[in-house]
């Protein structure tokens, strides 16, 4: 990643149409998605005019200037903080990023063909590397050679064919997902621990990785230091908490520190009505170009933290909020882009806390088994 996690770039010689097809695949995919589009030029360039407020503030010394209007902000740096920083700050919110030139860097990228076809000879040499297509002027069948064997050659005009290609390969580098069950609360209110009791006949550890193990790699317990040698009975890898005293998002950010580079289905282990097709539901939506997908709570009409899946892209602005003291997960979804689904029965999502909610619960859950016998 240079700017953005999902970030693709068109490259070519100038007059090769760059700019012509980019903006005709932005325009495609800003239908489904939030997109970002970086120009990249070796030439100066100026945003301001002369003697307007910005341009005196930015003449007067400062660094960054900043305007805002009702329906547009656009920031100018004049002393850029590290390398990049700037730009993947700028395109956090995006679901998507592309980048209209730097055929030289690192960046997985379209190159477009020019009508002399000059370029492959880069692509030949080494020079451009990370191909993932090429978009042709003219007719695709003509550029079978042995360096190029595997590329995919498409016409630069179908750009429907060049949006969806971009699609599919964003979406197919989606991280893998792993299921977290967490299970570091200290069941104050219940009076034993929530995780260890039975409503399934297995313990709600066991009944969270049935609910989990069909979508994901593997499942991991999120759990207090303390609790660790207790739980290691249910063979469930084990992260324990390296940030304390934070509820949810504790567990999460350990989560992410200890297995970096995956997506988590967060699951609390105090949910028995949640079930198999429910989760199902949830994981099939996941969306992994947005920081999370989660149901809203049709009884609050807030994000449902738990359960919901987190995307890796999720722990840089996680941390940010912890830095100002603000430690909710619902509250965090409420402010990033995510991917909201139809939520289902607010049954599903009923926590129990209580002696009072677990007598209840297991009554239901008695009377359900007695219905079906």
């Keep these: 990643m240079l700017f953005h996690p999902s ?3 068109f490259c070519g010689y100038s007059g090769s149409g760059k700019t012509t097809l980019a903006t005709a695949v932005v325009r495609d995919l800003a239908a489904r998605h939030r997109v970002g589009y970086y120009k990249h030029g070796c030439h100066r360039f100026d945003i301001d005019r002369e003697g307007k407020d910005s341009d005196l503030a930015a003449r007067a010394g400062a660094a960054t200037v ?21 730009e993947r700050f700028a395109f956090r919110s995006c679901d998507m990023l592309i980048v209209e030139g730097l055929k030289e860097l690192p960046i997985p990228k379209i190159v ?25 002027p003219d007719d ?12 995919p050659v498409l016409h630069r005009d179908d750009t429907r064919a060049v949006a969806d290609f971009v699609e599919r390969h964003l979406l197919g580098r989606a991280a893998p997902l792993a299921g977290l069950v967490l299970a570091g609360g200290r069941s104050s209110r219940m009076g034993c621990d929530k ?11 066991e009944y969270a990785r049935e609910l989990l193990a069909p979508f994901c790699r593997e499942v991991c317990i999120s759990c ?14 084990i992260i324990t908490d390296s940030y304390l005293d934070m509820g949810p998002m504790g567990g999460l950010l350990s989560a992410q520190r200890a297995l970096p580079g995956r997506a988590f289905l967060v699951l609390a282990c105090d949910l028995p009505f949640l079930d198999c097709d429910t989760l199902g539901r949830l994981a099939a939506g996941r969306n992994p170009l947005r920081f999370a997908t989660a149901w809203r709570s049709p009884r609050s009409g807030r994000f ?3 359960p919901a899946c987190y995307e890796p892209k999720s722990g840089t602005p996680l941390l940010l909020r912890h830095a100002e003291g603000l430690n909710g997960l619902s509250d965090f979804l409420s402010n990033v882009p995510i991917e909201e ?6 049954l599903f999502m009923q926590n129990i806390n209580t002696p009072g909610e677990r007598s209840v619960a297991q009554q239901a859950f008695s009377e359900r088994k007695n219905r079906r016998q």
Excluded: C, W
């Excluded at 305007?67 to 740096?77: E, L, R």
């Excluded at 695709?140 to 590329?151: A, D, I, M, N």
């Excluded at 609790?227 to 469930?236: F, L, R, T, V």
């Excluded at 689904?341 to 607010?346: R, S």
């Design 140 to 151: 695709p069948s003509s550029y079978r050679t042995p360096f190029l064997e595997g590329v």
């Design 224 to 237: 207090r230091s303390e609790q660790a040698e207790e739980y290691a009975a249910s063979g469930m890898p």
């Design 195 to 205: 995780a260890l009791l039975d409503y399934h006949g297995k313990n709600q550890l």
């Design 112 to 136: 477009l063909v020019d009508s002399g076809r000059k370029i492959l000879r880069l692509i030949e040499e080494g020079s451009v590397g990370e191909v993932l297509a090429l978009a042709v």
């Design 7 to 9: 970030e693709l770039a």
């Design 66 to 86: 900043m305007v805002s209007g009702p329906d547009k902000k656009a920031a100018i740096s004049h002393a850029p903080p590290e390398p990049m920083e700037f």
């Design 304 to 306: 449902e933290p738990l």
């Design 341 to 346: 689904l139809e939520a289902p029965d607010a």
